[in-house]
């Protein structure tokens, strides 16, 4: 049998593991086990230990629980909602105010947390509420916590980032300071987005107030809820920012340790997760036993996870190698002649794809080591192309059929149709697309920071 029919049955029989709903480790794991009794000789199964430890063996991977611990704990906590109503006290003043608020309250609390549920979740059961009872479409209202909730995997730190990282041999510090220019720009996006909406919404609300006034003479026409304005004195501005500034104060502390060399990344998650203990029991009192068992058993059920897959991916990847699957995949994708751009594209398109039925972990692992050689041979930045990936797979979290984020939402806003919560991120999906071209133009959004910093290294 030649190595492409392997290859394609290789990757056909994982991907119908995938689909049968089979956890992500069990999957890889099941698939390259199968492979390796069948196409390698019977010792090397006994390389599988050695194969996995060495995977594991990395000072690095302490970031991904310690990280975990740190979302964890700020999950537990209504952090989400405090963030949220801080802002909105702050914003509420300019037009979409409440929309904005939104918008800053997930990029804060995914800096935070770095999970995109959580985010969702946090943000989304006090924000959803808010901006329907003011008047947003049910549409628009969750279609931006759902697209706010995936700048968590964008924004540092990030999970996503350090898979990457590992993935490709790619620096940790780099790629967080990478994702800082596109993740703001994807803030920004969103938040013009948000006001452009909301401006066109109270026009409507306006014009149908106007008509309604002038066919019914005998009744009192109460105004549309969006344009009613909110009211906060100068005291209650003051009074959130106690909630709101020590987590400000926490993401600081990491970016400035991290970013001016005073820790390596295993030291700076360490601080994050030590700091959002403290942080979470002096200004929630989350110090009860069943308060710290709930958080470290949320941090170890995913810590697990994350650790099984890369464990799994490892060996799924070394099966690859050993194959020659991934040898004869860059040869032929090099020898399509292909330039630099077309390329891109088509991996673009590729990675979309599988964002439609797998979750970002599996992505990262299992497509990394296949188009990393031809990546390198077209040239292409690693650093920049792992934002790039990032912003993709961001994309899938919000569109069908395994958008996760859309089941997050209909979850905490049931009341909201599924329909109307999918129409309501494409704009959003549309404005992560416009995020990538911008990027393509004008690369030194991601790549500025982190070779200025990183100059001489």
Request: aromatic share 10%; hydrophobic share 55%; proline share 5%.
């Amino acid at each position: 049998m030649s190595t492409s029919t392997i290859g394609l049955l290789y990757a056909g029989i994982t991907l119908l593991l995938l689909f049968s709903g089979m956890p992500i480790a069990f999957a890889l794991g099941l698939s390259a086990l199968g492979f390796m009794a069948v196409f390698m000789p019977a010792p090397m199964i006994h390389s599988v230990a050695e194969t996995i430890y060495s995977e594991l063996d990395n000072f690095t991977l302490l970031t991904i629980p310690l990280f975990v611990l740190m979302g964890a704990a700020i999950g537990k906590t209504r952090a989400g909602a405090d963030v949220y109503n801080s802002l909105n006290s702050w914003m509420h003043k300019i037009p979409g105010g409440l929309g904005l608020a939104n918008v800053f309250a997930c990029a804060v609390f995914a800096a935070m947390c770095g999970s995109s549920p959580a985010t969702c979740s946090a943000i989304g059961s006090s924000g959803i509420p808010q901006l329907i009872k003011r008047g947003y479409s049910e549409g628009l209202a969750a279609g931006l916590i759902a697209a706010g909730g995936t700048l968590g995997i964008l924004i540092p730190p990030s999970i996503t980032l350090i898979l990457y990282g590992l993935a490709s041999e790619q620096s940790i510090g780099r790629l967080f300071m990478a994702g800082i220019g596109p993740g703001m720009l994807l803030v920004l996006l969103f938040a013009f987005w948000v006001m452009f909406k909301y401006s066109l919404e109270r026009k409507a609300a306006f014009a149908a107030t106007g008509a309604a006034q002038h066919t019914s003479t005998r009744h009192a026409i109460m105004p549309h809820a969006i344009m009613q304005d909110d009211h906060f004195t100068w005291r209650d501005r003051m009074e959130s920012l106690p909630r709101l500034l020590p987590f400000l104060m926490l993401i600081a502390v990491i970016m400035i340790t991290l970013y001016g060399g005073w820790a390596t990344p295993s030291e700076v998650a360490g601080i994050g997760a030590a700091g959002a203990l403290i942080l979470v029991v002096t200004l929630y009192q989350c110090w009860r036993l069943a308060d710290i068992k709930a958080i470290l058993s949320g941090t170890v059920r995913e810590s697990t996870m994350i650790m099984m897959i890369i464990a799994t991916s490892a060996l799924f990847t070394f099966v690859m190698s050993y194959l020659g699957v991934t040898q004869q995949t860059a040869v032929w994708l090099v020898g399509l002649g292909l330039s630099k751009w077309a390329f891109f594209i088509g991996v673009n398109l590729f990675i979309l794809v599988l964002g439609f039925f797998l979750p970002p972990v599996a992505i990262i692992l299992m497509v990394t080591p296949i188009i990393l050689p031809s990546l390198k041979a077209m040239g292409i930045d690693l650093i920049w192309f792992g934002i790039i990936m990032t912003i993709l797979m961001e994309m899938g979290l919000i569109h069908p059929p395994v958008g996760l984020n859309l089941f997050v939402i209909n979850s905490i806003a049931p009341d909201i149709k599924l329909k109307s919560i999918i129409w309501g991120t494409l704009p959003f999906i549309g404005l992560m697309v416009l995020g990538i071209f911008i990027l393509c133009l004008l690369p030194e959004i991601a790549v500025w920071l982190p070779n200025h910093f990183y100059k001489g290294s």
